[in-house]
């Protein structure tokens, strides 16, 4: 079996069990509908100032169901030493991390499908932008987030108090990416042009190569001990 | 251990030396600036709390990428301590900042980069020191922590280069800056407060690790106790 297929193989068998247990999708597809009802509340959105803070709205959701999600990647594993499980098998480390960023990419991307377009009739949001520069943008700061946290979830697995340490440890790591993410959705939501945003395009490519490459030394050492 | 507590001793008296000299150049020797008046002298402490704290992080990503290298717990010790060093002298800037921003700026916090960063920064190794803290096995702790110091580290230089992205309006570029600059006792101040904290870095630094080394010794000999009950 090739690298590909042994992490296609990881990622099916993690897919199937979120599509049987129905367990953490459910909860990251709820929570990411009523943070924004809290917020909305919170900051008396009024139709004019909508435009401004919807950008931030959408990331402060996306992120907090995100981690939400993102704390049983590997409690899961740890029942019933399942992670041992997955460490003995004839695998390349790497692939099991690269295996979990797609599984909780396709969370998160699955979460974004439905959320978003509520969003926008939730806050009754013109959308003027073009929808592909949006997708780009969401995908790319998406992938930075997910690849971050799906390390860092593996680090406080390894803790008693892990549900509370990872928000913990994630959030300041993670503030360029919602810098750039919110800055970029902002300008594309208005409908600029993509030349507009490349600046913010590039820092969160930058970002997501560097922490995805990172995690990728690293790992080993996270799962070894 | 005598021997070593004397070269404690000594390293201890030559900064307390260097201090007293970099308070006399500081508060005596430089000029009281023209326009902010005796607030200004903050900056001397200032700006070599925030170098303490930029070279202990610093200390804390090598330190950490030798610990999973060579696996000598010498090294995760250096880490540990120095990042505890580089969070209190990062609270010292932060302290500090508002202080002087208040009669500066006439504002307590301007969400500048160099300021955000710092702040973001401060979360970070705090971050790093609770997972120093929390209940994992001693061994873990050490590869865990020495993961998160080279990502956190990592990440400061995009944190900053976002941030400023993000608006950047505040921050007089003293050292930098072609016209203006600083007075030359104002510089000679800056330069002595900056290597008296160095020094003093490298005083906690040796004491906490001489605190660890310590703390790993009595653990050993409760255990030796232990078995020969």
Not at chain 2, 97 to 110: E, Y
């Amino acid at each position: 079996m090739g690298y590909l297929s042994k992490i296609l193989n990881l990622v099916w068998k993690d897919l199937v069990i979120e599509f049987r247990a129905k367990e953490i999708l459910s909860v990251m597809l709820i929570f990411a509908i009523l943070v924004p009802i809290i917020l909305a509340f919170s900051l008396n959105s009024a139709q004019e100032t909508t435009e401004n803070i919807f950008p931030g709205i959408i990331w402060v959701a996306l992120t907090f169901s995100g981690i939400l999600g993102f704390n049983r990647t590997f409690l899961n594993e740890k029942q019933n030493d399942s992670l041992l499980g997955l460490m003995l098998t004839p695998v390349d480390r790497t692939a099991i991390y690269f295996a979990k960023v797609i599984v909780n990419f396709t969370m998160m991307i699955f979460t974004e499908a439905v959320t978003l377009p509520l969003l926008f009739i939730l806050f009754d949001f013109r959308f003027r932008g073009s929808i592909l520069t949006l997708v780009l943008v969401i995908f790319l700061g998406t992938l930075g987030f997910t690849s971050v946290s799906t390390f860092l979830s593996a680090l406080s697995a390894n803790t008693r108090a892990s549900e509370i340490l990872l928000p913990i440890i994630l959030f300041p790591i993670i503030i360029p990416v919602i810098i750039a993410a919110v800055q970029s959705t902002g300008i594309v939501l208005v409908g600029a042009s993509i030349g507009e945003i490349a600046s913010w395009i590039k820092l969160l490519g930058v970002y997501d190569v560097i922490f995805m490459a990172v995690p990728f030394i690293l790992f080993e050492y996270i799962l070894e001990v | 251990m005598s021997k070593k507590l004397k070269g404690h001793t000594f390293l201890g008296w030559l900064t307390f030396a260097m201090i007293i000299f970099a308070l006399y150049m500081a508060l005596v020797h430089a000029p009281v600036e023209r326009v902010m008046g005796v607030v200004q002298k903050i900056f001397y402490f200032h700006v070599a709390s925030a170098w303490n704290a930029f070279f202990a992080f610093f200390v804390v990503f090598v330190a950490s990428i030798i610990f999973l290298k060579t696996r000598n717990r010498k090294w995760d010790i250096i880490a540990k301590v120095s990042a505890e060093i580089g969070v209190v002298f990062t609270t010292i800037v932060l302290v500090s900042g508002p202080i002087w921003a208040r009669s500066a700026w006439n504002r307590w916090w301007v969400w500048e980069p160099r300021l955000t960063t710092t702040l973001i920064l401060w979360f970070i190794y705090l971050a790093y020191i609770l997972i120093r803290s929390a209940s994992i096995e001693e061994d873990k702790k050490g590869v865990l922590a020495a993961a998160f110091g080279i990502i956190g580290f990592l990440d400061v230089p995009v944190v900053f280069f976002a941030i400023r992205w993000w608006g950047s309006l505040y921050h007089p570029e003293v050292v930098k800056g072609s016209g203006g600059g600083l007075h030359p006792a104002m510089f000679q101040a800056l330069i002595a407060c900056v290597v008296a904290f160095t020094f003093l870095y490298f005083y906690f630094l040796q004491k906490g690790i001489f605190i660890e080394l310590s703390r790993l010794r009595i653990e050993k000999i409760k255990e030796e106790l232990r078995a020969e009950n």
